[in-house]
């Protein structure tokens, strides 16, 4: 239009178009829809989904197209080179629009009982598009309300629009064809397909599609609405693969973990085991500081704790044991102060499990933090949980300072460890951390600003959602503490968690010069939109 | 006395009297303080206006008639004034709580919860009072109801009536006309703050004590019982 011609020819792969009268430039085979995202236009869609394959089915997205009889659907009409686009005329708005209300006409609009009610794709156009009173006085068509569709899935067929995208999911994402539609025109149904169950690992990913409540998980069903969350950004502790996730929390505890795009790691995606993984954080937590089984002060149990390490550290028999379970800034704190007290240094895990394993994103190891406690040990990265239950047969260890809480060790090893001193971080008080002479309370992952390196490296910051239980503190923050009470000497002075990142990013090789980044506040869900 | 009004800024001769100006900043300035006249200063004239107002009240209610008590229940009006009927009986002392005066229509009293037909909870759990309300004061923890067609219901429905600020807004808000504050009872005094969170037992059975219609006449969808055909 009014834009001069560019003076360099464009690259080869791209292609220009023109939307609304203004000229962009995007990769070839990109479609119209995505295009016009790029200028911040924002064309109505139900069926379209970036991360899944196109059935333009729902009419949504119809925009005007210069030279071109029909209306075209953009989500599905591939940008070409000089396309003269429109979103705006009169003829596509009214299309849209009318589209709209098609979609309404057999919609329940039980938004008050829905739990999408607050971030769906269908309230939000309808506020965009027309906000008008209904035309249609016939009876809606009734279908099938409360259906349980699997194990994590329950359906109400009324509300949905037949937009297909978790048939899709299933197909695509799971390689599992569980979800079918049947019938056709007001009386076309979504429904599981014959002897099948939506019961795949990556089932709850349907639920975030889903552009209306159609789809609800029974995990969150009825527990929140979605306007009073707030939303922090994080990464999935469930297992090595490292999904960016969004921790939805409200009240100090997190309600539900929702996928967080990241085309390197998890693309759209994440599976229904890492969603669960939130509730663990509210279970067996350690709130306060414990000496031989009785809750004290931070001053009692650090006073204790030093004298235990000073007696074990004159035999030389102190062993420290890093764990992948935590992030990376407990673990090289801890390592560092292992250095000061010229302890030897463990690691250990969970075990793996492989029957969890695919092709997709589970992995076997079901530990956030391997490649980063490796990273941190460097040389010593093979002192695993068996060298420490070689060195505890040994007799070799007097005192262990243990982060986390998992010992896989065998019956004998940890009668073992029953009979030494066992001072542990940890922030759940589960198996060896019940016997332990001294247990300092760590946050979890949720509830402290850190990082995890997934199984390819990559080294992902996590944020604070919100405060852990009790005298809780962050377990970096823990370990400094007991530097400062064990061994002055060593100097553990950091402040913050920057702090144990720069150095740690100065001292790590892998890590050089990773930034920390922003910091992160909550997000109200109420202010974020529709969501699928 | 004269203050820093606008009509002072514009023309200096109304405000106070200038009596030195500062030579560092002219905005610096000496004024003649205009002090209340003796006269003002004793307080005698405003005694004197006050004790006749007493006075009159006085005679109103010592010699006036008082409006009957039903009459004051239903709200009945005043007497007009003529020259015959003073209109000494428009200033009333009532004996509460023996009697109680009238409330308007939409008085809005302690909360309650509407009952559907079968005495189940109206509320669906909804969450959209607890979102407007301004005080916080409403607690709701929802769980799936056994009546499918229902889907919802709450499980707790608390309603902490010290908090509250009597605003309304729930009752705005609910979209099944599930609360309302038309019971025309008050809150209560209490000894405890605990004791005045209403629980959703105490508020659906304040819809059923106060001889009003427990159950709405509301219909989903404001199209008739039968809107889904
Ligand atoms: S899907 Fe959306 S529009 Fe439909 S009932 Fe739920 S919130 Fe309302
Ligand atoms: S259930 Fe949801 S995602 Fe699936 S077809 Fe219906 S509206 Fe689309
Ligand atoms: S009247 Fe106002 S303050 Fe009281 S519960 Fe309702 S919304 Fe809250
Ligand atoms: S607004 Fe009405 S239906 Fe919704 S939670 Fe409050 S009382 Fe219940
Ligand atoms: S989004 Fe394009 S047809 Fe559905």
Known sequence: ?532 | MAGHGHEEAHDETAGPKVLAVSKVSPKVRTIAVVRPSEHDVTYLEAARKGLGVTLRHFMKNFFGKRRPAEALAKGEAVEPRSRFKPAWNEIETIQYPEEKTHYPERFRGLHRLMQREDGNVRCVACMCCPTVCPANCITIIPAESDDKGVEKKPAVFEIDELRCVVCGLCVEACPCDAIRMDSGVHAKPVENRGDAIMTRELLLGLSADVGKDPQSTATQGGEGPDWRG
């Not at chain 1, 693309?267 to 089984?293: I, K, Q, S």
């Open chain 1, 1 to 532: 239009m009014s834009d001069p011609a560019p003076t360099t020819p464009p690259p080869p792969d791209t292609v220009t178009l023109t939307i609304d009268g203004t000229a962009v430039t995007v990769p070839k085979g990109t479609n119209v829809l995505e295009a016009a995202k790029t200028l911040g236009i924002d064309i109505s869609a139900f069926c379209y989904h970036p991360g899944l394959s196109i059935a333009a089915c729902c009419r949504q997205c119809l925009v005007s197209i210069e030279k071109n009889p029909k209306l075209q659907p953009s989500c599905q009409q591939t940008a070409g080179d000089g396309m003269v686009v429109r979103t705006t005329d009169p003829q596509s708005t009214l299309a849209r629009k009318q589209m709209l209300e098609f979609t309404l006409v057999n919609h329940p609009i039980d938004c008050p009982i829905c739990d999408k009610a607050g971030e769906c794709t269908l309230q939000k156009l309808y506020f965009d598009h027309d906000n008008a009173d209904s035309r249609v006085d016939v009876p809606k068509v009734e279908k099938p309300k409360v259906v349980d569709l699997g194990p994590h899935i329950v359906l109400d067929a009324e509300r949905c629009i037949l937009c297909t995208r978790c048939i899709r999911v299933c197909d695509e994402v799971a390689d599992s064809h569980q979800l079918e539609m049947i019938n056709r025109g007001d009386h076309q149904e979504l429904t599981t397909a014959p002897g099948q169950r939506l019961d795949n690992p990556y089932s709850i990913n349907t639920v975030d599609v889903c552009p209306v409540g159609a789809l609800t998980a029974k995990d969150f069903r009825f527990t929140m609405r979605a306007w009073e969350l707030d939303s922090t950004p994080s990464v999935c502790h469930g297992c090595a693969t490292g999904c960016n996730v969004e921790i939805h929390h409200k009240n100090d505890r997190a309600w539900r973990l929702v996928p967080r795009l990241n085309a390197e790691v998890n693309g759209h995606w994440m599976c229904d085991e890492g969603r669960f993984t939130y509730h663990e954080l509210r279970e067996g937590r350690l709130a306060a500081p414990v000496v031989d089984g009785l809750p004290s002060s931070w001053d009692k149990a650090l006073g204790t704790a030093a004298e235990k390490i000073a007696a074990a550290q004159a035999g030389g028999g102190l062993a420290v044991v890093l764990s992948a379970q935590a992030g990376n800034e407990e673990n090289y704190a801890l390592a560092k102060l292992a250095t000061a007290w010229k302890a030897q240094v463990f690691w250990t895990a969970r075990p793996h499990r492989p029957e969890r394993a695919d092709d997709k994103l589970r992995d076997a190891d079901v530990n956030p933090n391997t490649a980063g406690v490796k990273a941190i040990l460097g040389g010593a990265a093979d002192n695993d949980a068996a060298a420490l239950e070689a060195a505890l047969t040994a007799g070799k260890v007097k005192a262990v300072v243990m982060l986390g809480y998992d010992l896989p060790l065998s019956e004998g090893a940890l009668r073992h460890l029953r009979e030494l001193d066992l001072i542990a971080l940890a922030s759940h008080e589960r198996g060896p951390v019940k016997h332990a002479a001294v247990a300092l309370p760590i946050a979890a992952w949720a509830e402290t600003a850190g990082s995890v390196t997934n199984r390819d490296g990559k080294l992902q910051r996590t944020h604070a959602a919100f405060p852990p239980p009790g005298q809780a503190v962050a377990g970096w923050e823990a370990v400094v503490r007991l530097g400062q009470a064990a061994s002055p000497a060593a100097k553990l002075t950091w402040a913050h968690g920057r702090d144990v990142w720069k150095d740690m990013t100065a001292a790590v090789a892998p890590w050089k010069g990773a930034p920390w980044g922003r910091e992160v506040r909550p997000l109200q869900l109420r202010f974020a939109g529709s969501r699928g």
